[in-house]
C-alpha cells in the first residue's frame, strides 16, 4: 500500500459531463508526489466513465456505497460484484451523511464491510463523533462502539486494504474544521482501540476528513499519525483539490 491517500467524495455532485471537464483540467497537471494515492468517489453512475479515464494513469476509483448481497430483488442497489466490473476499488462505507440521512445502523455497516472485504475491494470506513457527542466528552465511547461493531467478526489478518477515515461530524461541509492537536489525540485514540480489538493500528491508515482545504492541508498532512484526507466540498473544483495535493 502507498504511505498516503487523498480521497475524493464527490457526493451526488457532477454530471458525466462535468467529471470529463474536470479530469481534462486535473490529468494536465503534475502528479508526481511520490508514494501518495489518489482515489476519486464520483457517483454511482459516473463509475465507469471515469475508471476508463482515469486507466493507466495511478489513480484509483472508488464508490461511495455498495450493498451487501450479491444479487436480486434489492430495488436501487449495487453490488460489490458490479463495482468491481466498473473499475471500482475502493468503497466508501458508513459515511455520516449515510448514517444520519440514510439511518444506516451499525449492523448494516458492519455487513457491508465484512461483504466488501470479502469481495477484494477496499473499505474506506468513516466513523466520528457528532458536536454534542464531542462537548460531552463521549467521542472515545462513540469512536469504540463504531469500531468495535464495524469490526466485531473481522481479524486482523483479513483488514489488510482497509483505511479508516476520522471525520467529525462537526466537521464535515461545515468549514469548521478540527485543530491539529485533536486530530492528534483522537487518532492516537483510534489508534489505542484498535490495539484493544487486537488489530495492528501500524497496518491500517487513518486518514482525517472534515473541511480540509488548500489553507489547513499543509499543517494537517504535517500531523504524524494523519495518513491522508478524505475531501469532500474542496474535492469538486480540480485546480483546489491539486492545491490540496500538492501539501502532501
Ligand atoms: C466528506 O464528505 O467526507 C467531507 C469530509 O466533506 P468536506 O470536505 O466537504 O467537509
Known sequence: MKNKYLIANWKMNKTLDENRDFFKIFLKKALTIPKTQIIFCPPFVGLFD??????????????QNVYFEESGAFTGETSTTMLKNCGCVWVILGHSERRSIFLEEEKLIRRKLENVLSSGLSPILCIGESLD??????????LYSQLSSALKNISNN???NLIIAYEPVWAIGTGM??????IQETHNNIKQILTKLNFDNSKIPLIYGGSVKPNNAKELINIDNVDGFLVGGASLDPHVFYDIYNKF
Open 50 to 63: 471515469v475508471s476508463n479515464t482515469l486507466s493507466g494513469t495511478g489513480i484509483e476509483v472508488g464508490a
Open 133 to 142: 457527542e464531542r462537548k460531552n466528552n463521549d467521542t472515545s465511547n462513540v
Open 177 to 182: 474544521v478540527a485543530t491539529a492537536s485533536m
Open 158 to 160: 483479513s483488514v489488510e
